[in-house]
């Protein structure tokens, strides 16, 4: 990594501002994924140091996803321990490695892009869902998974209703006016203004719920919110405290299916997220620079398996934090690094002052990331370019909701491949009813998936007609439909049938044996 003074200045302001944006979304991903803060915290050093600096990419963050907290919090409520889930963050990391050295960093382009909204979309409804009670200051809230369909008689959608029947007012009033500054921090006229730029919206609405709760304290004690509301960090004495606070993988449940079905899931969707970050982030890099995909799945590979280790949750490359850094002003990666350092400071010397945090607030920071997510303008989209590709992408978003996130994606997949499947038969030939018999054009490719449809479009041609076989567009037709073909024209004299095949002189090579003996047309 070549460093200028010129770089490590606009570098080091770039850091402040991702700082100042990821450190209330590492404690809101914490919370939202029922995990002790400090575990969002620590994601957050160890995506910005560790992967900082074995990425090849100049700008984007790592750090907790928002998208993973529904994996994370359904994992954490079945799984024995939380030490027990750390397994499965480290063996995902080892599942990245693996993704990279077998140079699977394109594996995104295979997924259709109906499944990845979908799954992204379900990702933000369940995100609103599990920060209602969080925002309204519902202490009852049952956690658990994300799954509609549990065996408890509680989920988090049970939670959702229940809280809004028993809000906390001043729980209810700080994370209302949190998400006020939010919303008006996204208006143009404010983003436009060159002040607003230097004050991260999220920095913001969680100063002012700290002065709010505290305006609580003096004028409205009832209001004031404490214990379980608030944020709650260890505060070490001595920094070297901090590492005899750390949680550590539980090994001897490594064994446990649940531990491998959570680090698959967790592998696949935080590889996804991460390619797809990436994608958008080289986008709208200023220098067009390009990130080498399978080497970014190692660096994720890596973080994860230190992420794991140290008892921080799962990291991927989060988009919200990137696109701060590029604003920001960012040149390279040192912006990356330098902003994990700060997040390690604040957890050694700042941990009073963050827990003054109130919940509601950080909770605000997701209920709008989620919207994001899953916004009305989403659905409408997808439903403008068709019904096949609204229903798979609503089909995935079900599947989501009424089952996890690995299954959702699983059923959107070969809901996918059906659809592709029944597309290629639709197109594999088409049957024209000519004066003088009938015309059967071939498609550019013709896979043996359509072996059953053409079979039975030629058993169905009438005795005693003519048939012209046109494959003058046909680059490639497989063995089984050159054999079907060849045993219809075998047979088709006996029935009174005439086959002739048209080909393109030149450019299409005689794919029928049969038909050399019966008769071939060359244009």
Excluded at 50 to 68: C, E, F, Q, R
Excluded at 332 to 338: A, D, E, P, V, W
Excluded at 372 to 385: D, E, R, T, V, Y
Aim: net charge positive.
């Amino acid at each position: 990594m070549r460093i200028s003074w010129r770089s490590l200045a606009v570098d080091f302001s770039a850091s402040i501002a991702v700082y100042l944006v990821a450190l209330p979304l590492c404690l809101g991903v914490a919370v939202a994924s029922d995990a002790n803060p400090i575990a969002g915290i620590i994601a957050g050093i160890v995506g910005g140091i560790v992967i900082g600096i074995l990425s090849k990419s100049p700008l984007s963050v790592s750090g907790p996803a928002a998208g993973l907290t529904a994996i994370v919090a359904a994992a954490i409520g079945m799984l024995p321990s939380y030490e027990v889930f750390m397994v499965s963050v480290v063996i995902a990391g080892m599942f990245q490695l693996l993704f990279g050295f077998l140079k699977a960093g394109q594996i995104a382009d295979f997924i259709p892009n109906a499944v990845i909204k979908g799954m992204l979309a379900a990702i933000g409804l369940i995100l609103i869902f599990k920060q209602i009670p969080y925002f309204l200051g519902y202490h009852e809230y049952p956690g658990g998974g994300e799954s509609f369909i549990q065996t408890t008689q509680k989920n988090f959608y049970t939670g959702f209703i229940e809280a809004l029947l028993h809000p906390d007012t001043g729980a209810s009033i700080i994370g209302l006016s949190a998400l006020s500054i939010l919303l008006l921090f996204e208006h143009k006229r404010v983003k436009s203004r060159p002040l607003f730029r230097f004050f991260p919206a999220a920095l913001m609405a969680v100063l002012a719920g700290i002065l709010l709760n505290h305006f609580f304290s003096i004028c409205q004690k009832t209001w004031q919110l404490k214990g379980g509301h608030l944020v709650a960090l260890p505060v070490f004495e001595k920094p070297n405290l901090l590492i005899s606070s750390l949680s550590f993988p539980d090994w001897k449940e490594w064994t446990h299916p649940q531990v491998w079905e959570t680090a698959i899931t967790l592998a696949i969707v935080a590889s996804l997220e991460t390619l797809l970050s990436i994608e958008a982030v080289d986008r709208i890099d200023p220098e067009r620079r390009t990130t080498p995909t399978n080497q970014e799945l190692k660096a994720q590979g890596v973080g994860n398996i230190v992420s794991g280790l140290l008892g921080g949750l799962p990291v991927t490359s989060v988009i919200v934090r990137s696109s701060a850094n590029v604003n920001a002003g960012a040149y390279s990666k040192l912006s990356t690094i330098i902003h994990g350092f700060l997040i390690c400071i604040s957890l050694l010397f700042f941990p009073k002052w963050l827990n003054m945090i109130p919940l509601s607030c950080l909770a605000a920071v997701l209920l709008l990331t989620g919207y994001k997510l899953a916004k009305p303008a989403l659905f409408i989209s997808m439903k403008q370019k068709g019904w096949i590709q609204f229903s798979l992408f609503l089909t995935t978003v079900l599947a989501i909701l009424l089952t996890d996130m690995l299954k959702g994606i699983l059923v959107g997949i070969i809901v996918g491949l059906i659809i592709l499947v029944r597309s290629n038969f639709k197109r594999a030939i088409f049957i024209i009813r000519k004066e003088n018999g009938y015309l059967i054009q071939f498609s550019k490719k013709v896979s043996f998936l359509n072996k059953g449809i053409i079979k039975r479009a030629l058993a169905d041609i009438p005795k005693n007609t003519y048939v012209l076989l046109d494959v003058t567009k046909s680059d490639y037709i497989d063995p089984d439909i050159i054999e079907s073909v060849d045993d219809f024209i075998a047979s088709a004299e006996q029935q009174g049938i005439r086959v002739e095949v048209q080909y393109n002189a030149g450019k299409t090579k005689p794919f029928f044996n049969q038909s050399l003996q019966k008769g071939s047309i060359f244009i």
